[in-house]
């Protein structure tokens, strides 16, 4: 089958051939409907090198994956061939105390994971492929009546992501309340769907493209902003001189993190999801008083439950490009260059 796969650090990734996974004991192959082309992935080509992280390629890429299930291992129960389900992404022991409530992004006994703080696309083969190895049964949710493998696979990501941040400061959420999004990409135009769905708060969507603005406002965003030097002052003088009760950085560049501060209600929440690398001086007088300063990453597998439940519903969407697998290269220059609308999903040829 082919697979787009990551050699080595520091190169282009590569369509190569590969035998089909067969499912050992517990194990099930899913046939790919659609993959995800993360911006992480972009970070992943270009700047990680040995020791970055705790696996290293080569691997094929794809970890926000959705299909139908295509062969069953021994012992493996509850699911049937041919089912539509999503993958969850991060890997977990399944076991441990975090693992056991479906929090398998902060598992503690990562030594029994399938791979260290990895999954699928991430240290192990994922989803940019015709068929895709899954190692538990756990890690694959039934698709809801209705919800296509090709429109699910950007929920396990790009819709996960920003729904456990935005779950985490619910409390905060409030219908007098604004918040902010700032980078309104794959995960940011998902982020204003579920404000808009699970808030009455006022929305503020911020980036550096005019499109990305004009997508922000098509899915709810009340007020945008291009970013400049001014853009922290313009939503305080918004939210008539308080600022932002909940800032949600899906850039996470020292100029993103810096205005999410100064833009910040007292006792607020600044939530960084984006992987930018950008730093965030912090002290005493620095920042708002009481603000929370917070990371994020990816998100439950009981969470994936509650977003593919809102998308089926039809109250959130990502908004998607599709690209055939011989053409995935393609994506990811598209996605590194900003060019996308939403989500950039890739499918196998012969289905798209
Ligand atoms: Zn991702
Ligand atoms: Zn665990």
Redo the contacts with the bound molecule.
């Keep these: 089958m082919k697979a787009l796969r990551l050699q080595a650090w520091k190169t282009r990734p590569e369509l190569v051939d590969l035998p089909e996974p067969e499912p050992g004991p517990g194990q099930v192959v899913v046939a790919i409907g659609g993959a995800g082309a993360?911006h992480?992935d972009v970070h992943l080509m270009d700047e990680f090198e040995e020791g970055t992280l705790p696996w290293n390629p080569p691997f094929t890429l794809g970890?926000?994956n959705a299909g139908w299930v295509h062969a069953i291992g021994e012992g493996v129960t509850g699911l049937e061939v041919g089912q539509p389900v999503a993958v969850y992404g991060p890997w977990g022991c399944g076991t441990c105390s975090r693992c056991q409530l479906g929090i398998e992004i902060y598992c503690e006994n990562l030594q029994e994971a399938p791979i260290p703080g990895g999954g699928g696309g991430l240290g192990l083969d994922g989803g940019m492929a015709e068929y895709m190895l899954v190692p538990h049964s756990r890690l694959l949710l039934p698709l809801p009546e209705g919800l296509e493998p090709r429109k699910a696979a950007p929920l396990t990501?790009a819709g996960l992501t920003p729904y456990h941040a935005i779950r985490r400061s619910l409390p905060k959420l409030t219908p007098e309340a604004t918040a902010v999004v700032i980078g309104v990409g794959g995960l940011g135009h998902m982020a204003v769907q579920i404000l808009r769905a699970m808030t009455g708060s006022r929305i503020i969507a911020v980036d550096t493209r005019e499109a990305a603005l004009k997508l922000a406002e098509s899915h709810g965003a009340d007020l945008t902003f291009l970013s400049g030097e001014s853009t922290a002052e313009e939503i305080r003088a918004a939210t008539g001189g308080r600022g932002a009760d909940v800032v949600l950085d899906f850039v996470g560049v020292d100029a993103t993190l810096a205005m999410g501060a100064a833009a910040a209600r007292q006792m607020g929440d600044l939530t960084i999801v984006g992987i930018g690398g950008g730093t965030l001086p912090v002290s005493f007088f620095s920042v708002p008083y009481e603000v929370s300063i917070q990371t994020t990453y990816w998100g439950t597998r009981p969470e994936l439950a509650e977003v593919l439940a809102l998308a089926a519903r039809g109250l959130i969407a990502s908004q998607t490009t599709e690209y055939p697998l011989s053409r995935a290269i393609e994506a990811y220059e598209a996605v590194k260059a900003g060019e996308v609308e939403g989500r950039a999903v890739v499918i196998p040829d012969a289905r798209m």
Excluded: G, I
């Design positions: 993360c992480s970890h926000e990501d």
